[in-house]
């Protein structure tokens, strides 16, 4: 049987037997399965799980196969083993101080259950802020609709401009149009900056247009004819959009990079700065909410900037951080209601984070309800994440998966106190977010309950791996278990939990069966958090990288070791890219937008740090982000 064959097998099983449970009585469908991870070019990695049944009632284990693309066979993986030699130190002695966080405490704790803003603040100043925008709107939607008769670039620029000060979800019936007339355009006679604003405006918004048109631009040496250090911008982050076998994108990426690190130091201020943020972050990965302020005010020094965008910008923004704070009071409301930190100070304290982090899933005023859940059910998995990682024994895990798999607070007797305390947390806070779901979206909790029942499994077997001392003999055997401990399969489902009638049942269906643009996106999370944390994770007791997997496979020190995650990651992304653009794709973009933010975010969230556990490293920018207004002067 080959890959591809299998793979239309399994999702055909899936598509039959992942029925949502209707109520407390339904029995187990039977085997859905998880897509793990495409560990490298040509191979594929299949997860096959069960569906977790009614209360009370235990998951079978989970199965793991391999299925390799280019051999056409299934291989089974290693069983994880180890050498006494390079067994842990007891894990008792390890854990004796259990319920001391080594983390840093929140930054944050309540500031914004009592902040409140200058624009809350006065009734009278939020009325003219809302009729201000709204008079500014029209205005703007009239500026959009005259700007048909524009040259290409103009129209190219004014729809890049809305979408980097955040604007564009006002206008997205306007940008839809403009960008259907935009695809059939012949651009065969534009100057290389305009063709690669074109092609990259294109391909972020799903359109499938071909790299040919960057032939004319390059010579035999690989270089490209771009006349000013705008036109290197833009086609470096056009080609950041590249997929598999597009060369020319390849040659135009070494190509531009190498320009831009050189002339970057010569060029005026703002576009230096410009050019050394998508060095770091190219424009396609970047997460727009988290730079609007500044693309506010770098749009502000423009020459031809239009005043009408420019104060509709700032006083969208000002609204929408309105919104965010409100959203934050019941953030950190709910979870100092919980009540984690009197009991289970060894936990990470970062509610703000969480919501910080799920903001750049979605910003947008009307995705509040989504916002709200998605931030939750991350603020859960952190803790799930340091229960297993610095708090339980592996006994206590091995108990505690069990309970979970379950799904019913009757049989905990055996579980210490504290994870006892933490079993119902979980319980209530899903219960909580069911409550908030209308009558017929309720099925969407079946599989948000199926990724956390998958996330503990994986993070069990890790505590496993942890206390054996056990190094994964490859990167694919370790991306099996590692691509869904990173939890994105589960944070990809609950990105739709909350989103309106987009959302169908064929959605969940379809998440459910990790597609293989979810796997790249747990890919690149896992490969991105094990280049930033290693060394800082090398001082404990923790579970092996798959950086120490690499080294181990391929037999190199740890700096080629690095390279290679990093061209890992790399080649990830380009898989990313085509599913993007993939037209068998059937699912709506407003879906397949949320997973391409969450892998947004996780770049920006671990580009120099983690950022997360090392909370200090975003305090400025979300301080930035939920605090601090634009000025209307």
Request: charged content about 25%.
């Amino acid at each position: 049987m080959t890959g591809s064959t299998m793979n239309m097998k399994l999702a055909a099983q899936c598509s039959r037997g992942c029925r949502p449970a209707v109520g407390p009585s339904a029995g187990a469908p039977p085997p859905v399965v998880m897509a793990g991870a495409v560990a490298s070019p040509g191979k594929q990695m299949l997860l096959v799980r069960q569906h977790p049944p009614g209360p009370g009632r235990h998951l079978p284990s989970l199965g793991l196969s391999w299925t390799s693309r280019a051999a056409g066979v299934v291989v089974a993986s290693a069983t994880a083993t180890a050498a006494t030699s390079s067994r842990q130190p007891k894990e008792e002695d390890r854990r004796a101080s259990r319920n001391i966080s080594g983390f840093q405490p929140s930054i944050w704790g309540d500031f914004f259950l009592t902040y409140s803003s200058p624009l809350a603040s006065s009734s009278a100043q939020k009325a003219w802020t809302v009729h201000r925008a709204e008079q500014l709107k029209e205005e703007v939607a009239k500026l959009i609709a005259a700007s048909s008769a524009s040259s290409l670039y103009n129209r190219i620029h004014l729809i890049h401009v809305l979408e980097r000060l955040c604007l564009d979800h006002l206008f997205e019936d306007e940008i839809s149009d403009m960008l259907t007339q935009i695809s059939n355009v012949d651009v065969s006679g534009c100057d290389l900056q305009t063709v690669a604003m074109w092609f990259y405006l294109l391909r972020k918004h799903g359109y499938k247009v071909s790299s040919d048109v960057f032939g004319r631009f390059r010579d035999e040496q690989g270089s490209f004819a771009a006349n000013n250090p705008r036109g290197l911008l833009n086609l470096y982050n056009a080609a950041c959009l590249r997929t598999h076998g597009e060369i020319i994108l390849d040659e135009a990426i070494s190509f531009t990079t190498k320009c831009l690190k050189s002339i970057a130091p010569y060029m005026e201020t703002s576009l230096a700065s410009e050019i050394k943020r998508a060095l770091e972050i190219p424009v396609p990965r970047s997460v727009r909410i988290y730079e609007a302020k500044t693309h506010i005010a770098e749009y502000g020094k423009e020459t031809e900037a239009n005043e009408l965008v420019l104060e509709l910008a700032k006083l969208n923004y000002n609204l929408v951080q309105l919104q965010h704070q409100e959203e934050l009071k019941i953030i950190t409301r709910w979870w100092n209601d919980l009540e984690l930190q009197s009991r289970l100070s060894f936990a990470r304290d970062r509610v703000v984070e969480c919501y910080f982090w799920m903001v750049g899933v979605y910003f947008e005023p009307s995705y509040s309800r989504a916002r709200i859940i998605l931030s939750k059910v991350l603020a859960i998995v952190s803790l799930l994440d340091d229960t297993y990682d610095v708090y339980g024994t592996s006994q206590e895990c091995e108990l505690f998966t069990k309970c979970i798999e379950s799904w019913d607070p009757a049989v905990t007797e055996d579980l210490p106190e504290n994870m006892k305390f933490i079993l119902g947390k979980i319980l209530d806070t899903c219960q909580s977010i069911e409550d908030e779901l209308a009558l017929e979206e309720k099925y969407r909790m079946h599989y948000l309950k199926i990724f956390i029942v998958d996330l503990v499994r994986a993070y069990n077997k890790e505590v496993k791996w942890r206390e054996q001392g056990y190094v994964p003999a490859t990167i694919e055997e370790h991306l099996q278990v590692s691509a869904r401990s990173g939890a994105c399969h589960l944070l990809s489902c609950t990105s739709f939990v909350g989103m309106g009638d987009v959302a169908a049942q064929e959605a969940f269906e379809w998440v459910c069966s990790v597609p293989k643009i979810v796997q790249a996106l747990c890919i690149i999370l896992r490969l991105s958090d094990d280049l930033k944390s290693y060394e800082r994770e090398k001082m404990t007791s923790h579970v092996a990288s798959t950086i120490e997997s690499c080294m181990k496979e391929h037999q190199v020190p740890l700096e080629v070791a690095r390279v290679k995650i990093q061209e890992m990651i790399d080649e990830t992304w380009k898989d990313f890219n085509e599913e993007w653009l993939n037209m068998n794709n059937h699912q709506p973009t407003e879906l397949l937008e949320r997973i391409f933010n969450l892998t947004r975010t996780m770049v920006y969230m671990y580009q120099q740090d983690d950022a997360y556990t090392n909370c200090h490293v975003i305090k400025d920018t979300i301080n930035s982000l939920f605090v601090e207004p634009v000025s209307i002067a």
